[in-house]
Structures are given as structure tokens and as C-alpha cells.
């Protein structure tokens, strides 16, 4: 991969693959100061689908047949973190504390940015915006 002047470097490569991936938008929010480092690591594994749970292992060619403990659903990120009736009833419990709406059936991302695009960084519920989702999961 050559520069603009035609010489290969480690930065003409690194820019290249930076302008192919689009900016991940919850970068500020998982790697927020205010969380602990194992919890932004566990975030991050959470959003690029590295948590190994039935879906994910599976494509890995792991068959292990594994089930939600509150409704018997097949486990996937989605379902457990946010699609489970009982992930629902917690982040609608929290939205409802903080005037986030909250919709059925939501993906993890879609709920999480819910919450971090109504953050307003100078005030208190700003902080619990950012960090609640967190703790959520």
C-alpha cells in the first residue's frame, strides 16, 4: 500500500485500513474515563459481537446448544442484553427513570445509543446517561 508519493509505510497502511471501517459512534462512551477498564473491554467484546455465546461460537464451528435461563430463547447478544423480556423490563425500568423511550425488540447498539445520544456531557443525568448503559449490560 503506497503513500500519495509511491513509498509503503506503516501509516499509509493504518490510514487506509482506518478509512475502510466506518467510525465506531459509542467509541467515546465505552472508553469513557468515568468506567473501569474491564468494564469498557467487556462493552467493546459486547458491540463487535467477541462475547462467546451460542451464535458466536457456532460460527466458529463449536455446536453447543444453549438457551436463555428466563425464556428458553436461543442466546445471542441481542437476546440477552436487550431483546429478553427480562433485559426489557430493566432498560425500561431505567428509561423510564431518565425520559429515554424505550422500544421493543431493539438490537444492543440501537438501545445503548438510545440512551448515549441523550447525554448532555455538564449534567448529572448526562453522567448517568453515559455510564448506565454500562452497568446495564
Not at 462493552?43 to 457456532?58: G, H, K, S, T
Not at 427480562?86 to 444492543?108: C, K, T
Amino acid at each position: 500500500c503506497p503513500s500519495p508519493l509511491g513509498r509503503f509505510s506503516i501509516s499509509s497502511v493504518f490510514s487506509i485500513i482506518r478509512q475502510s471501517r466506518p467510525p465506531m459512534v459509542s467509541r467515546r462512551y465505552i472508553w469513557s474515563s468515568r468506567i473501569l477498564l474491564r468494564v469498557s473491554i467487556f462493552m467493546w467484546r459486547l458491540l463487535n459481537q467477541a462475547i462467546p455465546l451460542a451464535d458466536v461460537l457456532e460460527g466458529l464451528r463449536f455446536n453447543m446448544p444453549s438457551k436463555c435461563s428466563f425464556c428458553s430463547s436461543c442466546e445471542t447478544v441481542d437476546h440477552l442484553f436487550s431483546q429478553c423480556p427480562l433485559a426489557e423490563e430493566v432498560w425500561n425500568f431505567f428509561g423510564s427513570l431518565l425520559n429515554v423511550p424505550v422500544v421493543r425488540r431493539m438490537d444492543v447498539l440501537s438501545r445503548l445509543q438510545g440512551f448515549w445520544r441523550r447525554t448532555t456531557a455538564s449534567s448529572a443525568t448526562g453522567c448517568l446517561l453515559t455510564i448506565l448503559p454500562s452497568i446495564v449490560c
